[in-house]
């Protein structure tokens, strides 16, 4: 997902150098970074949260 949004970044560029006005992608791209920046915050306290992989099992137990 980051790596889309460089991709957007970069196009951005090449439109400013055009001369393009570019206002409203940098409002749109800004808002796509904030809305990854919580969704990863989410995740990482939704896995913080979750048990470990051995929660309920014997240590050396057998898997079958």
Known sequence: ?????GRQRNDIMK???????TA???LLLQ???AKIEGLCAE???LKKAAPGPT???V???RKW
């Open 1 to 5: 997902m980051r790596v889309q949004l």
């Open 15 to 21: 439109l400013q150098r055009a001369g393009i006005c």
């Open 24 to 26: 409203s992608a940098e």
């Open 31 to 33: 808002r796509m970074l």
């Open 43 to 45: 995740r990482d306290r």
């Open 55 to 57: 929660a309920g099992k």
């Open 59 to 61: 240590l050396g137990g």
